[in-house]
């Protein structure tokens, strides 16, 4: 096979294998310092709904700085320097924000954690802009859907594992110093810290790959994306889809422990469930979005994942019912399912859109573009939450009889249903629009949604004898079978 770099055989390998580590490393400091608990810390913090929304606005307004770190690349053209230095610096904001419980008050340690998110998005923006563009010249095209799926794969189960332990360390933790509660998140984020720092030192061993010269100027190469014209319709796809899921998205875990009443460690048990799909299928799609298109496979999951936001309505009729539970179950199982497909697929279809050579100004406007949509959603629904939180749009179904009176709520909708029903709104839209995008191999969706189902019965039909149990129970710790990232 050809490589894009001068390097051996063997370095070549072990630079495929420390990208997998590193992506691994990540992902699990994100796990612990993200998400969850950084919702839960928040509202430790006594963070408004406007806050809340501010927490999951800061990774994406930060990605502004994708412009300069363009310039930035460009003007260097050491990638691996530059994101190795970058993700280093940025991770230290986790350290600062582990000690926020111990030096400051709970009103300034909301602030704190603010900024200390801003500063850590910001200048990690820089080396998500540098290793884009690196990872667009060092991974094999024809791989990339199978090499970044069984990448996401296993980052996403030891996610599973570590998401439980956290949980519950925090419901221990809880128990055990009801009075010091904030300080068990000190440690998660403490933990997360220690973990980002061993990701910098694998990015260090991956290769670096030498950027190709582009004499154009700076705007002639910052504007090439927005000349091309597939590849502006791809920016209007990302635009209002990252608009969509980020308009309620965000807010789950709020409606969660909030409106439906539930705990941290019930909260934490979902969300592991919807990891747990999601690694499942991972290397499934990854499989269709080489075999197909990275566009056949969106074509599925974003409609499944839209399915799911509006199911969110009908948890609550006008409050918890015996179905609610069950229901919340579902949503989470099948978004786990399409988060897969979607992770996988809209990074990919960049990669694949984006001109080998040329891919910095290219996926980093389409970072800047998702950025934007997902920055300005979670503040929107933020700021309006207290307004729709009076708000109630309700259909009765009534009948009367001499003796009684009976009434059935048909549709309720308040408060966080509106915002639910406004994201798949945008969402129909998103799809309207990722439909025009050109990709080449692209199939109907039909074809990749038969394989989906087919995928789903299989093991249904398994567990009909002994051998098919076992399979599906061991199906989840098949990663650990060690694999050769370059084996075609």
């Known amino acids: 096979m050809s490589e894009p770099c001068q390097l051996s055989e063997e370095d070549y390998k072990k630079g495929l294998r420390a990208v997998i580590m590193d992506g691994v490393m990540s992902h699990l400091m994100t796990v612990l310092t993200g998400g969850v608990f950084l919702v839960g810390m928040g509202l430790k913090l006594g963070a408004s709904n ?41 991770r230290f904001a986790w350290l600062f924000v582990a000690l926020i419980p111990f030096l ?41 859907g199978s ?5 996401l794969r ?54 670096d790959v030498p950027m190709a010269l582009d004499r154009r100027k700076f705007l002639d190469v910052l504007s090439r994306p ?39 460690s019930m909260v934490v048990g979902l969300s592991i469930l919807s990891q747990i799909f999601n690694f499942s299928f991972l290397t499934l799609w990854g499989k269709w979005t080489d075999h197909y298109s990275n566009k056949s496979v969106l074509q599925v999951s974003c409609p499944l994942f839209m399915v799911c936001v509006l199911a969110w309505t009908f948890t609550t009729m006008p409050e918890a019912h015996f179905l609610t539970f069950p229901l919340i179950v579902l949503i989470h199982a099948i978004m786990g399912i399409a988060m897969a497909g979607i992770a996988i697929a809209s990074g990919n279809i960049g990669l694949k859109l984006a001109p080998k050579g040329q891919a910095t100004a290219y996926l980093a406007a389409g970072t800047l573009v ?20 009076v708000c109630n749009l309700s259909l009765n179904v009534k009948w009367s009889s001499p003796n009684k009176v009976f009434i059935f709520d048909t549709i309720n909708i308040n408060h966080w249903d509106f915002f639910f029903i406004f994201s798949f709104v945008v969402g129909l839209y998103s799809l309207h629009r990722l439909s025009l995008i050109d990709e080449h191999g692209e199939v109907g969706e039909k074809v990749v949604l038969k394989e989906l189902v087919e995928s789903i019965k299989s093991p249904i039909r398994s567990m009909s004898s002994i051998a098919g149990v076992f399979e599906v129970l061991s199906y989840p710790f098949s990663f650990i079978v060690k694999r050769n990232p370059l084996k075609k």
């Open 370 to 389: 998702n950025s934007i949509a997902a920055g300005i959603a979670p503040i929107l629904g933020g700021s309006f939450a207290d307004f729709f939180a």
């Open 104 to 144: 400051f008050s709970a009103s300034l340690g909301l602030g704190l954690l603010i900024g200390c998110l801003f500063f850590h998005f910001m200048v990690g923006g820089i080396a998500s802009c540098s290793w884009h563009s690196w990872m667009r010249d060092f991974v094999p095209e024809h791989q990339m």
């Open 154 to 207: 296993i980052a996403t189960m030891l996610g599973v594992v570590f998401s439980f332990l956290a949980g519950f360390f925090i419901d221990w933790w809880k128990v055990r110093f009801p009075e010091f509660e904030l300080y068990g998140y000190s440690f998660l984020f403490a933990l997360g810290f220690v973990v980002g720092l061993l990701g910098v030192v694998f990015l260090r061993k991956i290769p």
């Open 147 to 151: 090499f970044f799926s069984n990448r």
């Open 226 to 264: 927005l000349k091309d014209k597939n590849f502006r319709k791809l920016l209007i796809f990302l635009g209002s889809w990252s608009f969509a899921i980020n308009l309620a998205a965000p807010f789950f875990t709020v409606y969660m422990l909030k409106r439906i009443g539930l705990g941290m």
């Open 50 to 90: 406007f806050q809340i929304g501010l927490l999951a606005a800061v990774p994406a307004l930060t990605q502004l700085i994708q412009l300069p770190a363009i310039y930035l690349v460009e003007k260097i053209r050491k990638r691996r320097w530059i994101t190795v230095t970058a993700a280093l610096v940025s």
